[in-house]
């Protein structure tokens, strides 16, 4: 059984050890492609392997067209958008994420940007602080639930909207009735949505509008959910309102030009990028390919 990690952006050492600790310990053998910067090493690699795990790495037909053994792909990590599921189940390959893993991780990287941008880029200036804040979660699954634990902590007022297979709201954690309703009392809105067809843009003129003039933006979902054209329109003709983002947007040298102080972006997505989100998701991820292959256990799978 072999199994291939293929990650553009490499998993931490210490967790490729512990994949490879669970696959071997399993009977598979495992194949790294690590850091691949053409597609054609991904398409060259998956020929002739049994499961593959990836990050955001884009699994599409021509990469299923060219893994005629492959029977199960998991993506480690909660989005699975990079995966074409129709796709893989006309390939009759099992489609599976690891939701939760690196929640914490992502968690901790919206306070690290919003601490930054209230504090104002540590430049010695005043800023504001976050106790007393009204923090919206658009939506609440693992990361928001991790946020809100975080934000409580800092003496915030957390808000949600639920807007699909809602799991368990933390204690204190107030629901409101709709996403206009969110967007309109939160000093943060920090989205947790998932890409589908739903949401690409949902975060619009609209909504934008809707927002305090000086609130915040924070994305650590996925770049598409927000229309940067809108975004760009909006914050020019309110000079308060910032926008923080873990997805670096196709407009970022727009924003940098016309909304300097108030946009930040991660050079490249790193929200989960840390040891321990890293060894949970890929162990994680691992784990689940060895129980699918040696007993046909299909939990956590997403496509059908
Ligand atoms: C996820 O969906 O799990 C996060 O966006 C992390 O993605 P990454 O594995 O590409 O860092």
């Given amino acids: 059984m072999k199994v291939l990690v293929a990650t ?15 696959v071997e310990h399993e009977g598979g053998e495992l194949v790294l492609l690590e850091k691949y910067t053409d597609r054609q090493q991904l398409l060259d690699a998956v020929a002739g392997v049994d499961a593959l795990i990836v990050r955001s790495d884009k699994v599409d037909a021509a990469v299923l067209d060219a893994a005629k053994q492959l029977k199960i792909v998991v993506r480690a990590g909660a989005g699975y958008d990079n995966v074409d599921l129709a796709a893989a189940s006309a390939h009759g390959v ?4 690891t939701p939760g893993q690196n929640s914490n991780a992502v968690a901790e990287l919206v306070f690290g940007m919003l601490l930054m941008q209230v504090r104002r880029r ?4 005043a800023g504001t602080e976050l106790k007393g804040k009204t923090i919206g979660l658009y939506t609440y699954g693992n ?28 204690e204190g954690v107030e629901c409101v009735s709709s996403p206009a309703e969110l967007f309109e009392k939160s000093d943060i809105v920090s989205l947790h949505i998932p890409l589908t067809p739903d949401t690409r843009e949902f975060v619009n003129r609209a909504m934008l509008e809707r927002m305090k003039p000086d609130a915040i ?12 054209a809108d975004l760009l329109a909006v914050m020019q003709e309110r000079p308060a309102m910032a926008y923080v983002t873990d ?6 040298a727009e924003f940098e030009a016309k909304v300097p102080d108030r946009y930040f972006s991660t050079p490249k997505k790193m929200g989960a990028q840390t040891a321990e989100a890293n060894i949970n998701a890929g162990i994680a991820a691992a784990r689940q390919v060895m129980a699918y292959l040696k007993n046909g256990d299909e939990t956590f799978r997403v496509n059908r």
């Fill in 8 to 22: 553009e952006k490499p998993f931490a050492p210490v967790a490729i050890t512990g994949i490879r600790e669970v």
């Fill in 94 to 97: 099992v489609v599976m994420n």
């Fill in 122 to 125: 540590f430049s010695g200036k």
């Fill in 143 to 170: 990361v928001a639930d991790n946020v809100a634990r975080i934000a409580q902590g800092f003496g915030m007022h957390v808000i949600t909207y639920l807007y699909c297979c809602p799991i368990p709201v933390r």
């Fill in 217 to 228: 933006l924070v994305n650590t979902a996925r770049k598409e959910v927000v229309s940067e």
């Fill in 247 to 252: 997805l670096l947007p196709d407009a970022h």
